[in-house]
């Protein structure tokens, strides 16, 4: 597969660092998906989930019949959707051998059919006042990772609960959605998740809440958690969770995640074999072994995929932009 660096697009009037920053983060979600390919028997259900969402992503760019890409760009993003594909194929024929109940029924989130929307790009709608001049400590960092609801067992049964047969969004769950205590970090992304879940199943919703208002409120807390990190020089540990805030807030159109600066620095994370690390072991403490499954070369799965699903949503804004 060959990547080139274009010196400019006629069409669109992209030269240098445009064409650059586009075939870096093609690159890169290409190494990416090939490094999970090739170590697919390594590799744990939120990994694969990346890939099928990254995979729904080019797939909604390839179907748009996008003038302003040249022959070699459309052949670099078939094959990505191919190796996609191809592990995500694998994956789901080994989850059947295990017989395994919970990873059975989650399964229906590997199809990336049921991620494929439109976009509405927009930038200004989280403006906010906050402004970080507070230096975190490694602890005080990690508390923001983890601080409030839901923790994992709860997000998990949130979202079985979708992918079953009763499709509806329960009153204890939006009891978590709806829950005032605080969360920051992946308790307030996992809330993004199991709403992005919920319309994509299109299960009933809760006249109890607004979806599309609850993700407004939680993507700008989210950008909020996003400036603090930064103003921190990016903690290791939060690599991962920054890639996930991208992803998640990116696909709801918000420009403020999905945007060069935060594709620039996803690509700083990336190591020479294609996968990404992310969590000391301070944090491996305080996450489950299925979302922190080490992979070859110091990787993590789970930090892996959701780069996978952050980069295809930097290519796709960078292309429908």
Known sequence: MKFRSLVCWALLGFCGVEANYFANILNALYQDVKFINQS????????????????ANLIAVLSSNNEFLSNDQWDSLNEIVSLCRRSRNYFSEQLIAKNDSFLNQMKILLQPEIWIKPINWHFGILNSPFKSNF???????????????????????????????????????????????????????????????????QCTENYRANLTDLTENYCRDIFNDLIELEFNGFPSMSQDLIMEQIFLCGMEG????????????????????????????????????????????????????????????????????
Request: glycine share 6%; net charge negative.
């Open 40 to 55: 697919v028997d390594q590799v744990n259900l939120d990994c694969i989930f990346g890939v099928a969402l990254a995979e």
């Open 135 to 201: 230096t975190l400590s490694e602890d005080q960092s990690a508390s923001l990772i983890m601080k409030g609801t839901p923790q994992e067992p709860e997000s998990d049964y949130c979202i079985a609960e979708l992918s079953g047969d009763n499709c509806r969004i329960s009153n204890i769950c939006m009891d978590m959605l709806l829950r005032k205590d605080g969360s920051r970090g992946y308790p307030l992304t996992h809330r993004v998740l199991y709403v992005q879940t919920a319309k994509a199943l």
């Open 254 to 321: 918000f420009l403020e995640f999905a945007n060069e600066h935060y594709g620039n620095l996803i690509i700083r994370w990336q190591n020479s074999h294609g996968c990404f690390s992310s969590f000391n072991s301070h944090t491996v403490r305080s996450r489950s072994k299925r979302e922190t499954n080490p992979l070859d070369y110091g990787c993590d799965s789970h930090a892996t995929g959701v780069a996978a699903a952050a980069l295809s949503v930097l290519i796709r804004e960078f292309i429908e932009n």
